[in-house]
């Protein structure tokens, strides 16, 4: 008897099964996300910050932080044609090279003497990371939108249009895979799909070799830790290796609104203090759970990435909104 023969074509079979699944999936979504334009995504009324590239960084940063939020366009008023996006991972890129290589004073003083405009050479210094640039126009389909955000690491992108009169760039809203995954799984029909499969089925993660922490890491390694190895959260675990909590690039905008730049030697169990009382907190899966749980949790709790962990509460994985949209996508 070939019982490695037959024990290849069995795990051969599941592969392909896997592959059917994700496939019979995408097509579901990928029809929907085909039959909506981004313009469908934009609210009736909303809030939209653009930032003029004439604008010190350090000022453009600060209104980052004092609004909560995660990226704003940049907008060349000479010019009048968007610049790209200004992230709170360029905050975190900014604050690492810094720290390694100034004092804080000196960080502030070289940074208050810098424009937005200018922003792209200091990038560079950052392992050649180059402006997110990324945009859409607004009649295009979310299917499109999708793909051209999955070809590059950005969650988010600018939806700009043009001044028929002028021919200027008009910055008309910002669209994060949260906002597509959001109104999918509130208007998608046919949700049958999305219940009969869990992560494991889709092959949605990632897993082994998870970078983690405990609470008595600094913040400053953690956010060696997101350059280093290219990521956004790190998940903080107890000496038994059980899921407590995580530190994401967000949590750094609460520490910049406290005003503790200048301390990132403090333990990430006195960061995570300083969140409000109404911070989501964290959100774990298993890998059992169906895609529409998981879609039914991300809109809820408007968290941008779940840790997968096992029936003892230790991480085995982590799924990233990008994770779920790509394997809607065909």
């Known amino acids: 008897m070939n019982i490695p023969g037959a024990a290849a074509a069995a795990a051969n079979a599941v592969?392909?099964?896997?592959?059917?699944?994700?496939?019979?999936?995408?097509?579901?979504?990928?029809?929907?996300?085909?039959?909506?334009?981004?313009?469908?995504?934009?609210?009736?009324?909303?809030?939209?910050?653009?930032?003029?590239?004439?604008?010190?960084?350090?000022?453009?940063?600060?209104?980052?932080?004092?609004?909560?939020?995660e990226s704003a366009p940049m907008y060349d008023s000479l010019e009048s044609c968007y610049a790209g996006m200004l992230t709170t991972t360029d905050l975190v890129n900014l604050i690492q090279y810094y720290y390694s290589n100034f004092s804080y004073n000196e960080a502030i003083e070289d940074l208050g003497q810098v424009q937005l405009e200018n922003y792209k050479?200091?990038?560079?210094?950052?392992?050649?990371?180059?402006?997110?640039?990324?945009?859409?126009?607004?009649l295009d389909t979310l299917y499109e939108v999708s793909r051209r955000l999955l070809a590059t690491d950005y969650s988010a992108l600018a939806l700009v249009d043009e001044d028929t009169d002028t021919g200027s760039d008009v910055i008309v809203s910002v669209l994060s895979i949260y906002r597509i995954l959001n109104f999918m799984a509130v208007n998608i029909e046919d949700k049958k799909e999305l219940k009969e499969h869990s992560l494991y089925d889709l092959d949605i993660g990632t897993y082994g070799n998870l970078i983690t922490a405990t609470m008595d890491v600094s913040v400053i390694d953690i956010i060696r830790m997101f350059v280093?190895?290219?990521?956004?959260?790190?998940?903080?675990?107890?000496?038994?290796?059980?899921?407590?909590?995580?530190?994401?690039?967000?949590?750094?905008?609460?520490?910049?609104?406290?005003?503790?730049?200048?301390?990132?030697?403090?333990?990430?169990?006195?960061?995570?203090?300083?969140?409000?009382?109404?911070?989501?907190?964290?959100?774990?899966?298993?890998?059992?759970?169906?895609?529409?749980?998981?879609?039914?949790?991300?809109?809820?709790?408007?968290?941008?990435?779940?840790?997968?962990?096992?029936?003892?509460?230790?991480?085995?994985?982590?799924?990233?909104?990008?994770?779920?949209?790509?394997?809607?996508?065909?």
Do not use: W
């Not at 050479?121 to 607004?138: D, G, I, M, V, W």
């Not at 910049?256 to 899966?285: K, Q, T």
């Not at 809109?299 to 085995?316: A, E, F, G, N, W």
């Open 228 to 330: 280093d190895n290219n990521i956004s959260v790190v998940p903080i675990l107890d000496e038994n290796g059980v899921v407590l909590n995580v530190f994401a690039e967000s949590d750094i905008i609460l520490l910049a609104r406290e005003g503790l730049l200048d301390e990132l030697n403090i333990p990430v169990s006195e960061a995570l203090a300083l969140r409000p009382d109404d911070y989501p907190g964290v959100h774990s899966c298993s890998q059992t759970d169906t895609l529409y749980s998981v879609l039914d949790i991300i809109r809820k709790t408007h968290v941008q990435r779940l840790i997968v962990v096992d029936d003892d509460i230790r991480p085995v994985g982590v799924v990233a909104l990008s994770d779920v949209l790509r394997a809607l996508i065909l």
């Open 15 to 69: 592969g392909h099964s896997v592959e059917a699944k994700r496939r019979e999936l995408a097509q579901l979504a990928s029809f929907f996300l085909k039959q909506h334009s981004a313009y469908d995504m934009i609210p009736v009324s909303f809030r939209l910050i653009v930032l003029d590239t004439k604008l010190l960084v350090t000022k453009a940063l600060s209104t980052l932080v004092q609004n909560g939020i």
């Open 121 to 138: 050479e200091l990038l560079l210094r950052f392992k050649s990371r180059q402006t997110n640039t990324l945009c859409a126009n607004p």
